[in-house]
C-alpha cells in the first residue's frame, strides 16, 4: 500500500469489486454487534423515507427553491419517524442520521431525473441491507457507517 494515497489501484479495484466471504461476513456482524432484526428494521425506516419522498415529491418544475425541496424533505423525514413512533420505535428526529439522508437526497434525487435516481436509490439500499447477501469490503464499510449511525439515533 502507498502510505500517501491510500490504496494502491489494485486494492481500491478489489475493494469495491470483490465480495467478502460469507464465512468473514459472518465475523464482521459479530464483531460489530449487527442484529439482523435490527438491520431489518433500519431498512424498514430508509425504505420508507424513499418512497415517501419519490411519491410525494411533485418535479423539479414545480419544487425548484432551495427552501421547498428542504420543506418537502422534512415534512416526509418528521412523518417517516411519526408513523415509525405510532408502532412503538423511536428514532431521534435531528442528529447525523438526518444530515446523512439530507444530505443523500440533495446529492442523489432532488433536481435529478428522479424516476430514474429512484430506481438506483432502491437497489442500493436494498442490495446494502440484504444481509445474507455478499456484499464487497466497501459496501460493507458504508452498511456498518449506516446500520451504527441508525442505531445511535434510536431511542
Do not use: Q
Not at 8 to 19: A, D, G, K, L, N
Not at 45 to 71: A, M, Q, W
Not at 80 to 105: A, Q
Amino acid at each position: 500500500m502507498n502510505k500517501n494515497r491510500g490504496f494502491s489501484p489494485i486494492e481500491f479495484y478489489r475493494y469495491v469489486t470483490e465480495p467478502i466471504p460469507k464465512k468473514d461476513l459472518e465475523i464482521w456482524f459479530k464483531a460489530n454487534d449487527i442484529i439482523c432484526e435490527k438491520s431489518e428494521l433500519f431498512f424498514y425506516f430508509i425504505k420508507s423515507l424513499y418512497l415517501l419522498v419519490n411519491k410525494t415529491y411533485l418535479g423539479k418544475d414545480l419544487v425548484h427553491e432551495e427552501e421547498d425541496i428542504t420543506n418537502h424533505f422534512k415534512w416526509c423525514w418528521n412523518k417517516v419517524i411519526e408513523d415509525l413512533e405510532r408502532e412503538g420505535i423511536f428514532f431521534k428526529k435531528e442528529g447525523p442520521h438526518y444530515d446523512y439522508f439530507w444530505n443523500f437526497f440533495v446529492e442523489s434525487f432532488y433536481g435529478e431525473k428522479y424516476d430514474y435516481t429512484m430506481n438506483k436509490v432502491d437497489k442500493f439500499f436494498s442490495t446494502l441491507f440484504k444481509i445474507n447477501d455478499r456484499k464487497t469490503k466497501s459496501e460493507l464499510d458504508i452498511y456498518t457507517d449506516l446500520y451504527k449511525t441508525l442505531e445511535n439515533n434510536l431511542i
